[in-house]
């Protein structure tokens, strides 16, 4: 009836009204989070599949709330990029990412994401290279993790801007890879070091019949292209047999390592020489 239809759409909009309202409050309270530093790099192992070693890790913003307690990076990072502060937030991942690399055992990669927005701003190669500079990192141990929306706009200045950043001798990578709209085409357009399979196509492996076909085609794809592949959100030792069965060079996931605190990035290579 009408009025049902009526308390619906009051209801509707309340609901609206109540997310609008949880989202300007995580704004105003993000806006001092890196002054009161409640903002935490995490760290997941990335493996080798030839061999098992780690080849580097994937740094992962965390947000330490005072009263929500932890709050992921899926909630907060949109709210970070509406309101310009995932500029400042993107910078100091970059430096912290660095900064917390530079202390591994040479050879470690650190692989850092980098939001659409960075590109916007003109600064970001000089961002990267104080980074390095400041920190020591070898701009090889570096990696930064883009996606197709960075692609998608098709301007000049970003695709100049990726090939200034890879003349700095760091490594780019595709992230999501087979999420977006127009996946291959965008392989020609750059040439990325790395395409990493988003976990979608890796839990299909060994579930679905044709499971391993995406991962198969993108696995020898990456290949004759000269690209490495990272499968990621490995959980299962299947999906990982499958994933070596395929070609792919490398994992990352909760099979191999959660996101853990610098601290612990350590523990990961006194394991590995206990092995
Ligand atoms: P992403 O770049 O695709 O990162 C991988 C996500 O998958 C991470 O979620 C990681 O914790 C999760 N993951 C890893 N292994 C597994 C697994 O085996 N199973 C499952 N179910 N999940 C797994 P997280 O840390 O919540 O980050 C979510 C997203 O937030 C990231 O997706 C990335 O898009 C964004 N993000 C995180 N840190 C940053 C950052 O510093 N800057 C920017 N711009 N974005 C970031
Ligand atoms: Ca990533
Ligand atoms: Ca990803
Ligand atoms: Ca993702």
Same mark, same amino acid.
């Given at each position: 009836?009408?009025?049902?239809?009526?308390?619906?759409?009051?209801?509707?909009?309340?609901?609206? %009204?109540?997310?609008?309202?949880?989202?300007?409050?995580?704004?105003a309270e993000l806006r001092g989070a890196l002054e009161r530093r409640e903002?935490?790099?995490?760290?997941?192992?990335?493996?080798?599949?030839?061999?098992?070693?780690?080849?580097?890790?994937?740094?992962?913003?965390?947000?330490?709330?005072?009263?929500?307690?932890?709050?992921?990076? +899926?909630?907060?990072?949109?709210?970070?990029?509406?309101?310009?502060?995932?500029?400042?937030?993107?910078?100091?991942?970059?430096?912290?990412?660095?900064?917390?690399?530079?202390?591994?055992?040479?050879?470690?990669?650190?692989?850092?994401?980098?939001? +659409?927005? %960075?590109?916007?701003?003109?600064?970001?190669?000089? +961002?990267?290279?104080?980074?390095?500079?400041?920190?020591?990192?070898?701009?090889?141990?570096?990696?930064?993790?883009?996606?197709?929306?960075?692609?998608?706009?098709?301007?000049?200045?970003?695709? %100049?801007?990726?090939?200034?950043?890879?003349?700095?001798?760091?490594?780019?990578?595709?992230?999501?890879?087979?999420?977006?709209?127009?996946?291959?085409?965008?392989?020609?357009?750059?040439?990325?070091?790395?395409?990493?399979?988003?976990?979608?196509?890796?839990?299909?492996?060994?579930?679905?019949?044709?499971?391993?076909?995406?991962?198969?085609? +993108?696995?020898?794809?990456?290949?004759?292209?000269?690209?490495?592949?990272?499968?990621?959100?490995?959980?299962?030792?299947?999906?990982?047999?499958?994933?070596?069965?395929?070609?792919c060079t490398q994992a990352q996931g909760f099979n191999f390592g959660r996101?853990?605190?610098?601290? %612990?990035?350590?523990?990961?290579?006194a394991d590995a020489m206990q092995r």
């Amino acid at each position: 009836t009408k009025s049902a239809g009526g308390r619906d759409v009051r209801f509707f909009e309340q609901n609206m %009204q109540a997310q609008l309202e949880a989202r300007r409050a995580i704004q105003a309270e993000l806006r001092g989070a890196l002054e009161r530093r409640e903002l935490e790099l995490y760290y997941q192992p990335i493996f080798s599949l030839s061999d098992r070693s780690i080849v580097g890790f994937e740094a992962l913003l965390r947000w330490h709330h005072p009263e929500r307690g932890m709050v992921s990076p +899926v909630d907060f990072i949109p709210v970070a990029e509406e309101t310009g502060l995932i500029i400042e937030i993107g910078d100091w991942v970059i430096q912290q990412a660095c900064a917390d690399a530079a202390r591994w055992p040479s050879g470690v990669r650190v692989a850092v994401n980098l939001s +659409v927005l %960075q590109f916007e701003k003109a600064n970001l190669l000089q +961002v990267v290279r104080d980074a390095l500079h400041s920190s020591g990192l070898p701009a090889r141990r570096l990696e930064l993790e883009i996606t197709e929306s960075v692609l998608l706009k098709e301007d000049e200045a970003t695709i %100049q801007t990726l090939h200034q950043l890879k003349a700095l001798g760091l490594r780019i990578a595709l992230d999501d890879f087979g999420t977006g709209y127009a996946s291959l085409s965008y392989l020609r357009s750059f040439p990325f070091d790395q395409i990493k399979i988003d976990r979608s196509f890796v839990q299909d492996l060994g579930v679905r019949a044709d499971g391993a076909l995406i991962v198969n085609a +993108v696995a020898e794809l990456a290949q004759k292209l000269g690209m490495e592949t990272t499968a990621e959100g490995v959980e299962t030792s299947e999906q990982l047999r499958l994933l070596q069965e395929a070609g792919c060079t490398q994992a990352q996931g909760f099979n191999f390592g959660r996101p853990n605190p610098a601290s %612990q990035v350590m523990r990961y290579f006194a394991d590995a020489m206990q092995r």
